[in-house]
């Protein structure tokens, strides 16, 4: 609720702190003392426009500093979280406006935009009447206030969760249509892709052995010659086989009488013995194959380069050939499994569009039937408020296929036809400031607080009217205000007297220097101003004790 309003060079106002209670508070003062000046400060605050005429004659710059007090659930606290702000239970809201218009706006000292101001002051209060107005007026606000109504708590959780629900199957089967159709589009190469691939078949590491065996090849004639060369060395002249084993025979013959003393060298050339014969037959073996097949070169030229080449078509490296045919071949398999998963997920699509139907009709239903109970309600609460021609209707309006959503399948909007005979219409577009005033008070003690602000203004709204119809409305505030905080701006003394806060507004001076200052009144002040009020410029005995009468009956 809003707790304290601190205003500084707005308009007549020099320096002015007010501090607020819960209930219902009243305003009163003599036509042009400057109430409006109060309610043009505190739009300020909430984020209204800017003007440099708001400043007080010959001051730097205003400054409206609004305070509120927040319940811990309080929905304002979930926006300054979203925004990465403090979450304070204390919220104060100030805008300052300088002398060329232009104006800054602060939450908690922290600068911020005017636009989140706005934002912030749609949870935190509603003005009613001759000045701007939130909530009610916002035809955003009707299908809240009219599930609130009919306490819609448990049919708008299953609508939401069934539209969820819809949302994620719907974007499955679409991911899905999307993939069957990229994969589709791309069969006829795919097909290519893993026949081309499998064909060819590409193995591990063969790219390397493929280039080893293409150096040793091309280098043919060097490598020729040094062969030649190590094999005549081995088998030119003396056979050296024959000579390692004749060296070992003489050794062996004297091995007893050695002591053990030749057999390391008896080993090695046995060992030599053994070495010799395999490098002669590995040189025997390369030999044979540089000479014999002198297309062999050729052919794993070919093979290189069209690994190579296939290689590069898909972008991948010639290892991976194998790997990515293997994909290929898996995205082709996968195309009839989508198919049949598409078909799949159509169903549960339907069967979830089926679910939200049914969840968005009982909604539907009971909407329509608290539709009635609340024109039903209004129609009861009105004639007190000197609205008994007037006639309040709840349109329902269903919504195309496309623009249902989590909060059903119809638009709720709140109209008024204020005279026998006319088509209803939008709320701020029929009925006059103070008819709006009064209907939007009956709209609230019908909707007894539900989906309600902590604070609700009220600008004149007993305009147009005395006597039993002041008192009814009088008695509606009081009974508002035992819920919800209410300020009302008001002439009358019926609605004067029921106030639990009562502040006089007083201009002071002439026309080259006046001010507004407003006071607190306590029970003598509030006796006097009421008694003003029912009496006029000269306040008689008898205006006194109706006034009393008036604060026993407010009482």
Same mark, same amino acid.
């Given at each position: 609720?809003?707790?304290?309003?601190?205003?500084?060079?707005?308009?007549?106002?020099?320096?002015?702190?007010?501090?607020?209670?819960?209930?219902?508070?009243?305003?009163?003062?003599?036509?042009?003392? #400057?109430?409006?000046?109060?309610?043009?400060?505190?739009? /300020?605050? !909430? =984020?209204?426009? +800017? %003007?440099?005429?708001?400043?007080?004659?010959?001051?730097?710059?205003?400054?409206?500093?609004?305070?509120?007090?927040?319940?811990?659930?309080?929905?304002?606290?979930?926006?300054?979280?979203?925004?990465?702000?403090?979450?304070?239970?204390?919220?104060? /809201?100030?805008?300052?406006?300088?002398?060329?218009?232009?104006?800054?706006?602060?939450?908690?000292?922290?600068?911020?935009?005017?636009?989140?101001?706005?934002?912030?002051?749609?949870?935190?209060?509603?003005?009613?009447?001759?000045?701007?107005?939130?909530?009610?007026?916002?035809?955003?606000?009707? =299908?809240?206030?009219?599930?609130?109504?009919?306490?819609?708590?448990?049919?708008?959780?299953?609508?939401?969760?069934? $539209?969820?629900?819809?949302?994620?199957?719907?974007?499955?089967?679409?991911?899905?249509?999307?993939?069957?159709?990229?994969?589709?589009?791309?069969? *006829?190469? !795919?097909?290519?892709?893993?026949?081309?691939?499998?064909?060819?078949?590409?193995?591990?590491?063969?790219?390397?052995?493929?280039?080893?065996?293409?150096?040793?090849?091309?280098?043919?004639?060097?490598?020729?010659?040094?062969?030649?060369?190590?094999?005549?060395?081995?088998?030119?002249?003396?056979?050296?086989?024959?000579?390692?084993?004749?060296?070992?025979?003489?050794?062996?013959?004297? @091995?007893?009488?050695?002591?053990?003393?030749?057999?390391?060298?008896?080993?090695?050339?046995?060992?030599?013995?053994?070495?010799?014969?395999?490098?002669?037959?590995?040189?025997?073996?390369?030999?044979?194959?540089?000479?014999?097949?002198?297309?062999?070169?050729?052919?794993?030229?070919?093979?290189?380069?069209?690994?190579?080449?296939?290689?590069?078509?898909?972008?991948?490296?010639? %290892?991976?050939?194998?790997?990515?045919?293997?994909?290929?071949?898996?995205?082709?398999?996968?195309? %009839? *499994?989508?198919?049949?998963?598409?078909?799949?997920?159509?169903?549960?699509?339907?069967?979830?569009?089926?679910?939200?139907?049914?969840?968005?009709?009982?909604?539907?239903?009971?909407?329509?039937?608290?539709?009635?109970?609340?024109?039903?309600?209004?129609?009861?609460? /009105?004639?007190?408020?000197?609205?008994?021609?007037?006639?309040?209707?709840?349109?329902?309006?269903?919504?195309?296929?496309?623009?249902?959503?989590?909060? #059903?399948?119809?638009?709720?909007?709140?109209?008024?036809?204020?005279?026998?005979?006319?088509?209803?219409?939008?709320?701020?577009?029929?009925?006059?400031?103070?008819?709006?005033?009064?209907?939007?008070?009956?709209?609230?003690? &019908?909707?007894?607080?539900?989906?309600?602000?902590?604070?609700?203004?009220? %600008?004149?709204?007993?305009? #147009?009217?005395?006597?039993?119809?002041?008192?009814?409305?009088?008695?509606?505030?009081?009974?508002?205000?035992?819920?919800?905080?209410?300020?009302?701006?008001?002439?009358?003394?019926? &609605?004067?007297? @029921?106030?639990?806060?009562? $502040?006089?507004?007083?201009?002071?001076?002439?026309?080259?220097?006046?001010?507004?200052?407003?006071?607190?009144?306590?029970?003598?002040?509030?006796?006097?101003?009421?008694?003003?009020?029912?009496? #006029?410029?000269?306040?008689?005995?008898?205006?006194?004790?109706?006034?009393?009468?008036?604060? +026993?009956?407010?009482?």
């Amino acid at each position: 609720m809003l707790t304290r309003l601190s205003i500084r060079d707005v308009v007549l106002v020099d320096r002015l702190d007010l501090t607020f209670s819960g209930s219902l508070g009243v305003l009163t003062g003599e036509t042009g003392a #400057g109430k409006s000046i109060l309610l043009d400060a505190l739009g /300020l605050a !909430l =984020g209204a426009r +800017a %003007d440099a005429r708001l400043l007080r004659k010959g001051a730097a710059r205003a400054q409206v500093t609004a305070e509120f007090e927040l319940d811990p659930d309080h929905p304002a606290l979930s926006m300054l979280a979203e925004r990465d702000l403090p979450q304070d239970q204390t919220l104060i /809201l100030r805008r300052v406006v300088n002398a060329d218009g232009r104006s800054r706006a602060y939450l908690n000292d922290q600068p911020v935009s005017v636009r989140l101001l706005a934002t912030l002051a749609s949870e935190l209060i509603e003005i009613h009447g001759h000045h701007d107005s939130q909530g009610l007026l916002n035809t955003a606000t009707h =299908g809240n206030l009219l599930d609130a109504f009919a306490g819609h708590q448990s049919l708008l959780a299953a609508v939401a969760d069934a $539209w969820t629900s819809l949302a994620e199957a719907r974007a499955a089967q679409a991911q899905a249509k999307t993939a069957l159709e990229d994969a589709k589009r791309d069969e *006829e190469l !795919l097909r290519h892709g893993v026949a081309e691939i499998e064909s060819f078949a590409p193995q591990p590491s063969e790219e390397e052995s493929l280039a080893a065996q293409r150096r040793f090849l091309a280098a043919g004639a060097k490598l020729a010659e040094s062969l030649h060369n190590a094999e005549s060395g081995l088998t030119a002249g003396a056979d050296v086989e024959a000579a390692l084993s004749g060296a070992r025979r003489a050794l062996e013959r004297s @091995r007893e009488d050695a002591g053990g003393r030749f057999d390391a060298a008896i080993a090695a050339l046995e060992r030599a013995t053994i070495e010799t014969a395999d490098a002669i037959a590995e040189i025997s073996d390369a030999a044979a194959a540089l000479t014999g097949d002198p297309n062999r070169l050729a052919r794993v030229e070919d093979r290189l380069f069209a690994l190579r080449a296939l290689a590069r078509k898909y972008d991948v490296a010639p %290892d991976r050939l194998a790997e990515h045919g293997a994909a290929l071949a898996h995205r082709l398999a996968a195309i %009839d *499994e989508t198919d049949t998963e598409l078909k799949r997920l159509a169903e549960a699509s339907a069967q979830a569009l089926a679910a939200y139907h049914r969840a968005a009709g009982k909604l539907s239903a009971s909407r329509k039937k608290a539709a009635e109970q609340l024109e039903a309600a209004m129609t009861q609460e /009105l004639p007190p408020l000197k609205l008994e021609k007037a006639r309040f209707e709840v349109m329902l309006e269903p919504l195309g296929e496309g623009d249902r959503g989590a909060r #059903g399948a119809e638009r709720v909007q709140f109209q008024i036809a204020v005279n026998p005979g006319t088509d209803p219409g939008p709320l701020n577009k029929i009925a006059s400031g103070g008819e709006l005033a009064r209907f939007m008070l009956a709209l609230r003690v &019908v909707l007894a607080g539900k989906g309600a602000v902590p604070t609700l203004v009220f %600008d004149e709204v007993d305009a #147009g009217i005395s006597g039993a119809t002041a008192n009814a409305v009088g008695e509606r505030l009081a009974r508002l205000g035992a819920r919800l905080q209410v300020l009302v701006v008001t002439h009358s003394p019926q &609605v004067a007297a @029921r106030g639990d806060q009562h $502040w006089r507004v007083v201009k002071q001076g002439d026309t080259k220097s006046a001010a507004t200052t407003v006071e607190e009144l306590a029970a003598p002040g509030r006796r006097e101003e009421i008694a003003r009020m029912l009496a #006029g410029a000269t306040v008689t005995d008898e205006a006194r004790a109706a006034a009393d009468r008036l604060l +026993a009956g407010g009482a």
